[in-house]
Every structure is written in C-alpha cells, then in structure tokens.
C-alpha cells in the first residue's frame, strides 16, 4: 500500500484528457500517477491488428490542426506539449452522397475559395448566403478570441454591440442559423453534412458549436495522422514519462479512497491504494458516482446525472482489401444517406441510413501493405434505442446482417466492388465499447449536447457541474463534448484547474509556516525582555535551566 500522499495529483484513465493533462500538470514539476485499465494508454485514441492490416480505432480526422502559418488549437497544444508527429492535410473535407429524386453526390473542399466554388457548383443560388455563413464563422472566432483575452468574463455590452452575430449563433440551432442565413434545402443539406461527428442532429445542436467546428475544417482541411491516433497517444505517454509522471498499466481503478467528503485517493484492482492531493477522473461521472457510496454523492448531483441523456455511439465495420485505394476509385470521407435531413427518428431505426466510409489509404498512400487497402464505415446510433432485439443469442447473426447490409449499400451507392476483395472484416458494437472502455450504454460521446444541456448552456451555467470535492473531470463528458481535439484540450483545461489549486494550497501553507516562525520569534523576544522563560512548541512556558543534572 502507498503511504499517504505519495503523489501531488492521481488521473484515472489514460485518455486523450487523462495523457494531455498528465503532461501539463507534471510540466509544473509536480508528482503525477497515471492509472488506466488497459494494457496500452490512450483509450479510443488506439489501433488493433487484423491479419496483416492495422485500423484506425475511432478517429477520421482532426479539426483545428491548421497549417504551419496559421496553426490551429490543437497544433498549438501538441507544439506546446513537445508532441511532433505527421500528419497529412486533406483538402478534400467530404464526399456526401444523398440517394433518391431529391439526392445529389458532391464534394466539398477546403480553403475558403475552394469551398465556396464547390457549394455553388451544385448549389449556384447560395452565392450571397456563403457570404454571411463565412462572415458569420470570421466573427465567432473573433468572439472567442475575445472571451479568451477576458479568460472568459466579456463585457455584455461589446458583446451584444460586436459580436451580434456570435450571440445568435449560440442561442440558435444550426438548422434555424442556416435559415436565417437563406440557404436553400439542398446547400442546408451539404452543410449540415458533419453533424454526425458532434452527435446531435442539425435541429438540435447549437449553431456556434458547429460553426466552430466548420471553422477549423474550412481554414485548415481534415488533418489525417500518418501513423495513425496511437502515435499521438504514445508521443503523450513518452514525453509524461520524460517530464517524471509515473503511469501505471493494466491498473483498473475500483474505488475512489474519502476522507471524510473529500476524495483523497484510489483503490484499484489488485488492492493497492494510492493517495494524492488532487485525483483527475477521465472516466464518466455515472461511473464514479457508482464507486462512490450514495451518501456521498450529493442530490443535485443524482439528479443532474439522471437527467443527462447519454450521446450516441457506434456501429463500426472495419474491413481489409486485397485492392489498392485507387483500383477501388474511394477518396478519403464519403457520408452516404437515404434523405436530406436527419433526425432522432433516422438513428433509431435497425440499421440507420445515414454512415460515413473512410479509406485511409487514399491519404496515406502506404497505410496498409502495396496493393491493399482498409476500409472503415461508421454508423451514428443512439444506444438506448438501437439492438433492442439483440440478445446474447442473436448478437453474432445481428454483427453479420448489419455487415452485409451496409457493404451491400455501399457497393450500390459507389459503384464500387467491395464484397470479392474482403481478406480481414470486423465489427464493433455498442457493446463492444461499453466492454472496452466501460462506457454506459457503449456511448462513445459522453453526454448529449442538445437542448438544456448544450455547449453554450454548459459554459455559461457553471453550477450544473458535477462537484465531488477532491476530484476534477476532463475528457469527452464535460463542457464542449467529445472529439480528439475538445478531449485533448480537455486535459489542458483540468490540469490548469489543479495546478491553481496546488499552488494555492502550498502558498497557504507557507503563510502558515512563516505565521508560526513568526509568532516564535515574537514569544522569544517577548520572553528576554521580560525576563519570563518562551513558550514551548505547545504554547506552555519552558522549564528553566537548574544549572544541576537531574539525580545527580
């Protein structure tokens, strides 16, 4: 067992928010224990191997990166934590496919000229709302720059007279923003195309939200890394180890150690207890909530954790070829749906229309093996709705059905021949991500971002946070949602919280400590002038020299 506080700071969960903050709190020159469950770090930042091909866990691409001249948030975040692996910038930010009379197949590209040429190839009408969108995108970047400079107490008034349209944005859903702007159905349609990757649909999710997103892919293209999302975990995870953090491998925390309300540390699996002045959670609250005892949590708590719905999560087929990207003729990001607008009904179904097809190859030409390629289709689903007639029984017939179903699509849709070239397949589930990172209910977006409990009611409603003394958050369930780039900066964001903390308290303590000397000082010069003897240690006066040995 541990002794008591052999760390400054403990993180559960070796996460895109448990490694960024790892490194930034022991930047700070404190004691750091990193504990996850696994036996590799990064959680869903990871890849696995099938046969001779390597897939992507869990990312598509990277929003916000930027470019060399004009880096983005994350670039700057990856810079500043000394992490320096490739990446590849497509330009090409989607293919979208809507099937049916009203469909229509275009892609859209990055940089700002390239975008709007491409809108209005297809959509020759949306000239002038183009115009507002990219000047509305121009002034919520302002807005934050703004916000950020005030660390994020602005003035109403500059607010309201400067950023008008920032407000609006942030009180508004995409669909009533797009409105407003005049795009027609198609070129809302193509707009609203990356919705799946917040996980909210286009009338619910809160336009500033998405516009901020748009806003990176736009100026920067989709950033790919070339050795996949588990380099950058690894980077993290070595340059925390440089830095002095310690981090512990398959050690899967069990309990989370109280003294009195406050939690002073954790227990995990084998036993072993270690405590510290501070403990991060990069694990969902429902899940410390059910290792904390229910006296101890409090009722604001219980029930603003009742009343959170959990975000949607994922139908993943991972497939091998014996056939180049180019043979196949598949670019990197193609979304494919049966309608132009999306909705909860749309996820609910058994096997939704709307999914997205990734070939990483066609980015990183030499990903997999010369002459092969992987494929990698996601379905958005909502998880309390979706495999309500799955049982244990029919779990492995439901995996092969939803497979065939969706190649047997993609195939139609893209004129592609996918099914003779399969050598490597697999599929996950919600399950299988509630198995993988205990996830209730296989969410792979923490809470929803919709109505009451959106991005902006979140920022400016601090008291519906959770609040377990001892304990901060990060990862994909706090303010801004999940994504690799919001759960990176997530651990900056927490680790800078703790290090405020641990600075306080150990100035605190030296203004203790120097009151204490103080206060003995003053007892001693008080004692010689009066002639009486100083007080001891205990406030009671010190016996006086006899100028005799005792018993002698």
């Known amino acids: 067992m541990a002794n008591s506080m052999d760390y400054d700071v403990i993180i559960v969960g070796a996460g895109n928010g448990g490694l960024t903050c790892a490194n930034e709190i022991a930047s700070n020159g404190y004691r750091v224990l990193l504990l996850d469950k696994h036996n590799l770090p990064g959680g869903v930042a990871s890849s696995f191997v099938r046969g001779r091909f390597e897939y992507e866990a869990s990312l598509h691409e990277l929003c916000d990166l930027g470019t060399e001249e004009h880096p983005g948030k994350v670039k700057l975040l990856l810079d500043r934590l000394g992490v320096s692996e490739p990446f590849e910038n497509e330009m090409t930010l989607f293919r979208t496919v809507v099937k049916g009379e009203n469909g229509y197949d275009v892609s859209v590209k990055a940089g700002r000229e390239d975008f709007v040429r491409s809108m209005l190839e297809i959509c020759p009408e949306s000239g002038k709302s183009l115009e507002k969108l990219l000047k509305l995108l121009d002034s919520t970047a302002k807005a934050l720059e703004y916000n950020e400079r005030t660390h994020g107490k602005p003035s109403k008034l500059v607010m309201l007279l400067k950023y008008s349209g920032f407000l609006i944005s942030?009180?508004?859903?995409?669909?009533?923003?797009?409105?407003?702007?005049?795009?027609?159905?198609?070129?809302?349609?193509?707009?609203?195309?990356?919705?799946?990757?917040?996980?909210?649909?286009?009338?619910?999710?809160?336009?500033?939200?998405?516009?901020?997103?748009?806003?990176?892919?736009?100026?920067?293209?989709?950033?790919?890394?070339?050795?996949r999302s588990y380099a950058i975990s690894l980077a993290l995870a070595d340059r925390a180890l440089d830095k002095g953090c310690e981090i512990r491998l398959d050690s899967e925390v069990t309990e989370f150690i109280l003294d009195g309300d406050r939690i002073c540390g954790v227990k995990i699996a084998s036993g072993e207890e270690f405590r510290a002045r501070e403990v991060v959670s990069n694990i969902i609250p429902h899940n410390v909530a059910n290792m904390l005892p229910s006296d101890k949590v409090r009722d604001r708590d219980k029930k603003l954790l009742n009343a959170r719905r959990f975000g949607i999560s994922f139908l993943c087929i991972y497939i091998g070829l014996d056939v180049s990207a180019e043979e196949l003729g598949m670019n990197y990001t193609t979304f494919i749906s049966d309608s132009l607008f999306s909705d909860r009904n749309t996820l609910r179904r058994q096997f939704p229309d709307v999914y997205v097809v990734n070939c990483l190859n066609a980015v990183v030409d030499d990903a997999t093996p010369p002459g092969t390629s992987t494929l990698f289709i996601t379905v958005p689903v909502y998880p309390q709705y979706f495999m309500e007639d799955v049982t244990a029984g029919n779990y492995r017939a439901f995996k092969n059905a939803a497979a065939e179903h969706y190649i047997d699509d993609c195939e139609r849709t893209l004129g592609v021949s996918i099914r003779e070239h399969i050598e490597e397949i697999s599929v996950t589930t919600p399950v299988t991500f509630a198995r993988y990172f205990n996830a209730p209910e296989g969410t792979a977006y923490g809470y929803e971002l919709s109505h009451w409990d959106g991005l902006m009611a979140r920022m400016l409603d601090k008291i519906n946070k959770f609040d377990f003394d001892g304990l901060t958050f990060c990862g994909g369930h706090g303010e801004t949602g999940d994504g690799f780039g919001v759960t990176y900066l997530s651990g900056i964001e927490a680790a800078e919280k703790v290090v405020r903390s641990l600075r306080f308290k150990d100035r605190l303590?030296?203004?203790?400590?120097?009151?204490?000397?103080?206060?003995?000082?003053?007892?001693?010069?008080?004692?010689?002038?009066?002639?009486?003897?100083?007080?001891?240690?205990?406030?009671?006066?010190?016996?006086?020299?006899?100028?005799?040995?005792?018993?002698?």
């Open 509 to 552: 303590t030296k203004i203790r400590n120097i009151t204490r000397i103080a206060r003995k000082d003053a007892d001693k010069s008080a004692a010689n002038v009066s002639g009486k003897p100083a007080a001891d240690a205990s406030g009671k006066p010190a016996a006086k020299a006899s100028g005799k040995m005792k018993g002698a």
């Open 170 to 227: 942030a009180s508004h859903s995409l669909d009533d923003v797009l409105l407003s702007l005049g795009f027609e159905d198609k070129a809302r349609s193509i707009l609203e195309t990356y919705w799946s990757y917040l996980g909210v649909p286009a009338n619910e999710i809160n336009a500033f939200h998405y516009l901020e997103m748009m806003f990176g892919y736009i100026n920067g293209g989709a950033a790919v890394p070339r050795n």
